[in-house]
DNA sequence: GTACCTCCCGCAATCGTTTGTATTATCGGA
DNA sequence: TCCGATAATACAAACGATTGCGGGAGGTAC
């Protein structure tokens, strides 16, 4: 009773051979044996409560029905929903989630893969930041299928699923113009990051075609999205610009970094600069004031990973590059018109 | 070379029969062949990178070298350090980590935890609420290891690892008292989570402790730890006690949800009334005003869960019960000395 | 009646390890 | 010289599944 029972019980149950048993509860062998048989096979197993061995047919068949998710920071906000909506889906399937994070620096994150491929895993998904991919990472791409999340690689050689930075920037700055902003500034994240890249570019585009200059003194670049970086970025970029009276933000704890910024000096939040943000991570809305943020869909960021990694794995052949998802806009107070000038 | 090297490959290399090479390989076993062969062995594996296959020793031994974490919702930024903690010393000794989060109620943590069982992972750690545990994971117990965190169940009959409640409320009260408060108020937890009762009890005990009355009329228990929950307790609280000038709320998200009913009753915070935290999430330094707070380690919560799940896995007879950890206060703004009556 | 095909099913090998037991070699002691 | 103990290694059976192959039963066509 101790014993799991194993699918030699449910052969001997059903009065058949183990070999039969097998076939008789794999869904696509079930056709080659006697129909009246994979219904006694399969009375037999659910009298019994059989249940495969996962790591016997794993050793069979070469696939552990477990799929690696590697994130740079469990403790990032951004991530949880992204697990959890790859995770959704994936035990949907039957798979089941190892998450290894990285938060001990990119090489962590390679051993982090090694092991996950010496585990057998059948597909991974990456959420590590970089515009680039390591090498052990393109080899892993050999022994599993591979998507990215959140994140892309410059020559788009790898599947990846991202939000539409050039859509979310241009979102709030189309935002800002609509309140009637004309001095808009960006505090960027990290360039060697994709989205800090992505979102830059971005800014600068929609500067253009929102009739703006585009001129490339507005962009103060944070060296790490967080907030004390920002609050430096932002300081440095209103001390080059005094007259600037609304920042796009990189991300939200840049934004958050842009609040200290602006309040040090003795300015205030939404009236005399507006700032946006960019995620909208949980309780911004608390925030006083609350800020004005591009919201990504990072939920299903992860459950369409895992929706084409699950197609990969099945043998498709998912064409590379990006995939964009849309975001919105969470408009709060910590936009509004610019104040009127000279009062 | 698409296909890994096996022992089969390296007994070869080394020449000797693969029994040899394992035990070889095996430092349990090292000893009963000669040191030369284990050298000479060792060397071929080093030379042909053998890593051994996890899923063919697995179904032999019985062991995964595995285990899983069970928690309510990875999108709470409560458990992002408790599986950090976890991690980092799981992997330390060569496990992996699988990681279920029950978001969609107690009957998918159950079957998380079979999911788990079923991958015959080598032990347990649930960070699920509740003061019981269902049928399915007290089972469980038989064919893993099983370790609590962040809860305990009413018997202590299985091992816990949590935070120090009763010391936690404690900091928060005497704090309070110490800058001049008499009327403090508790908005808790729900009863059938174990902080929410536990704390309960706690700041009833303390208030006596300070030399305050410990009426029961100034707890108000929420449905949930969130914001809304935390504004409708609060505000029956303050209607009930409107000369209460302190509240101590079970959880930061409770706390801000204090900070909204204040603020609807047109009091402000850190003066007309002190709020306090626990957790102490992040940003909560960033809200307005910054929230004083019970800290938990929980980081080092996760890593001692492991700790001591390892050394069950081990063999080790560990004392069920709980371990306590001790919190500590962040103390900023938003408690003060109560204003001075009458003024 | 034989040949052939189809349909089911059993046999046995296999995945990569671990481990109980058998085998061989070596050596000391009587 | 021979025996028993000991050490070192080889053999083979597991663990629990999947899967190519072969074979028996039954039916059809000639």
Redesign the pocket.
Known sequence: MS?????????REA????????????P??A????????ERVAEAARRLG????P???G????RTMSVGVIIPDVENPLFGPIIAGAESVLVEEGYSVLIGNADMGPSHADSLVEDMLERHVDGLILATPGRVVSEVARQAQRDASMVLVNRSVDDDSIPAIVGDDHAGIGLAVRHLRELGHERIGHVAGPSWVSTGKDRRDAFLDWMTTVGLDADIDLVEEAEWYQVEPGTTAALTLLRRHPHITAIVAANDLLGLGCYRAVRSLGKVIGVDVSITGYNDIPLLDLMQPPMTAVRVPYRQMGADAASTLLALIAGAVVSPGRVLLSPTLAIRSSTAPPAVSGR
């Open positions: 014993t799991r029972t194993t699918l030699k019980d449910v052969a009065g058949v051979h183990i070999s039969t048993a097998s076939r008789a509860l794999n696509s062998t056709s080659i044996v006697n129909p009246e048989t994979v059989y249940r495969p061995h790591l016997a047919r050793l069979r068949t070469n």
